[in-house]
Nanobody, 115 residues
């Protein structure tokens, strides 16, 4: 059964850093584009960053220069390094494929940026 497990969230002060991890048990992990998404309270889920199988990265404008997405194909793991965090980054973060067909969503990991 395919599933996703995100981890690494927590409470951090503005300007702080966190590193999120996503373990995805999909056989095609190494050949598909993967992405991090987030959903803030009262808002729709949005794509934050994506990385192709070849390592090409794309970012939402508001996180460019602060977030870095990476992947470890042998470990089927996706990462998101988040630096210079802002209160507006507060959300539940999820990982999934960057394009359909999506995998069943995991539980996500909560990131709270607050002083």
């Amino acid at each position: 059964q395919v599933h996703i497990v995100e981890s690494g969230g927590g409470l951090v002060q503005p300007g702080g850093s966190l590193r999120l991890s996503c373990a995805a048990s999909i056989s095609v992990f190494r050949i598909v584009s993967m992405a991090w998404y987030r959903q803030a309270p009262g808002k729709e889920r949005e794509l934050v960053a994506s990385v192709t199988s070849g390592g090409n990265e794309n970012y939402k404008d508001s996180v460019k220069g602060r977030f870095t997405i990476s992947r470890d194909n042998p470990k089927n793991t996706l990462y998101l390094q988040m630096n210079s965090l802002k209160p507006e980054d507060t959300a539940v973060y999820y990982c999934n494929r960057a394009a359909p067909p999506l995998i069943a969503w995991g539980q996500g990991t909560l990131v709270t940026v607050s002083s």
